[in-house]
């Protein structure tokens, strides 16, 4: 187990569904304030990981620990106040307005005797508006795009207003712009607001251009740890994803840039030589 200060850790998880086993012995430990990566092939158990520690699926043995206590040991309402999660698909109800539908990531913060506030109307707000989705506020979730639906659903996560957010494949349906956007705003919200982000990602250049920690799946376990600089390697990328690569120093960022192999780049370099 790793030892870096974490306020979420998993204890020799053992994780499927029903019959089906995707991951055993995996413990984890996310780093306090930081913000974690998990990258790997598809199937590998990303996913399934994220979800156990957020308490979406229970573990077939091992613990989740948030700042010590069981994660399964606590009320409901105490873990969507710390646990924020965008999911990897998402429904919402039919003909719901964007504005009712981000508002409900203010839930756990209402109770019986505490309704709507102030407080929810300015982090309902601010949420539409860090990502975008202001314009769209009385327009029904069904008369958006794909790209747009993800990113009121990402408003949502983020008016919850907790420590921990989760992110699963949070770029998906979104053009190169708004991928860029939002992880910018994410790495703007984990620097500024000292909040702990965890998200699946598949693009490796994105990963280690906004983490600050990576862990690196195959085939259900943890193949390793780290930093960027550190931890992405071609014998990594290769171990990992069975990918022939060329690694270098980003220009701009200085972080790692995984330029994959082709098999046609020798045959176009054979032919320059040629001619």
Not at 26 to 52: A, D, E, H, M, Q
Not at 245 to 250: A, E, H, K, Y
């Amino acid at each position: 187990m790793s030892s870096i200060e974490s306020t979420l850790v998993g204890e020799d998880l053992h994780l499927g569904y029903q019959s089906y086993t995707v991951s055993q012995g995996i413990s984890v430990s996310i780093p306090k304030g930081k913000f974690t990566v998990i990258i790997g092939p598809n199937g590998c158990g990303k996913s399934t990981l994220l979800k156990s520690l957020c308490r979406l699926i229970t573990p077939k043995q091992g613990q989740v620990l948030l700042d010590g206590k069981s994660i399964h040991n606590m009320p409901t309402k105490q873990v969507a106040k710390a646990i924020g999660l965008l999911p990897q698909t998402a429904t919402a109800p039919e003909g719901i307005r964007v504005f009712d539908l981000v508002s409900r990531g203010r839930f756990p913060h209402q109770g019986v005797f505490k309704q709507w506030s102030e407080e929810d109307q300015r982090a309902t707000v601010e949420a539409l508006s860090s990502t975008g989705t202001l314009e769209f506020a009385d327009r029904g979730v069904d008369q958006l795009s794909g790209g747009q639906r993800q990113r009121v659903w990402i408003a949502m996560a983020l008016a919850q207003e907790t420590p921990i957010l989760m992110l699963d494949e949070p770029t998906t349906y979104l053009d190169i712009t708004h991928q860029f956007d939002l992880l910018d705003l994410f790495r703007s919200i984990n620097l500024e607001q000292n909040r702990t982000l965890v998200a699946v990602l598949h693009d490796l250049n994105q990963a280690c251009r906004y983490a600050d920690h990576i862990i690196a799946m195959k085939q259900g376990k943890v193949v390793a740890e780290g930093s960027p600089k550190s931890l992405i390697t071609e014998s990594l990328i290769k171990e990992v994803f069975e990918v022939d690569c060329v690694v270098i120093p980003d220009p701009l960022s200085g972080s790692p840039l995984v330029i994959p192999k082709s098999r046609h780049d020798s045959d176009g370099l054979s032919s320059v030589s040629a001619d």
